[in-house]
């Protein structure tokens, strides 16, 4: 079982839909990283979070330290939000070493 | 924040040379790592690159295959040597340091062996 696991792995939408990925994980973390990979490969840092709730935009992630898990919300979601959304964790802290998700593959249909 | 180059964006190679990937950020950064994404895959961890000194690898990966320098806190090179297929994949730079918990990363790297 992999330490960090997404859902959905794949997930169509319409415009206009509110999406949710989900994040679980089974290790002790220092924080939970979101982040944002387009076709090209360049990968985008959108969110880290120890604790509580962050909204930039849109996007909105939160975090369930007891209960592991963190989830990431798109409102209103737009064709430019077609990416692969990755979720990842450091898991000592103050290091970078990061692990991460399998990536939940997001497409949203005109 | 961090603004890293990594470079190049892309290349197709043949099978039995090496190319060598660079990446260059905007600060002096600690800590700075390589990784690797195969097709469909998630990002794994080749190693960290340590200023002056010796990159400590990851399980699986070895100094033969992917050389790393890092000269300075600014700049790292990763080089894929003896290319084959299966080596196709994204590699991307990472850096940090351990006063600040983000992640920051280069553009990628996108590598086809032919």
């Known amino acids: 079982k992999n330490e960090v696991e997404q859902s959905p792995q794949n997930l169509t939408a319409q415009e206009g839909e509110f999406i949710t990925i989900n994040c679980s994980y089974s290790v002790g973390i220092s924080a939970l990283h979101w982040l944002q990979q387009h076709p090209g490969g360049g990968i985008v840092s959108l969110f880290m979070l120890s604790s509580g709730k962050k909204k930039h935009g849109r996007l909105i992630a939160t975090i369930n330290i007891q209960e592991k898990h963190s989830s990431l919300h798109i409102t209103a979601s737009h064709p430019r939000d077609s990416a692969v959304y990755i979720c990842a964790v450091s898991i000592s802290r103050g290091a970078q070493k990061l692990v991460f998700g399998q990536g939940t593959r997001l497409t949203i249909n005109p | 924040s961090a603004v890293i180059s990594q470079k190049p964006s892309r290349d197709i190679c043949q099978r039995g040379t090496s190319l060598t990937i660079q990446c260059q950020v905007d600060s002096q950064v600690t800590m700075m790592f390589w990784y690797r994404q195969q097709p469909g895959q998630s990002l794994t961890l080749i190693a960290t690159?340590?200023?002056?000194?010796?990159?400590?690898?990851e399980s699986g990966f070895v100094i033969d295959k992917f050389p790393i320098s890092r000269p300075n806190l600014t700049f790292s090179t990763l080089t894929v040597s003896n290319m084959s297929p299966e080596d196709s994949s994204i590699y991307l730079c990472?850096?940090?340091?351990?006063?600040?918990?983000?992640?920051?990363f280069g553009q990628g790297t996108r590598l086809t062996v032919v």
């Open positions: 690159a340590n200023q002056g000194s010796e990159a400590t690898y």
């Open positions: 990472s850096v940090g340091s351990r006063l600040v918990v983000a992640a920051f």
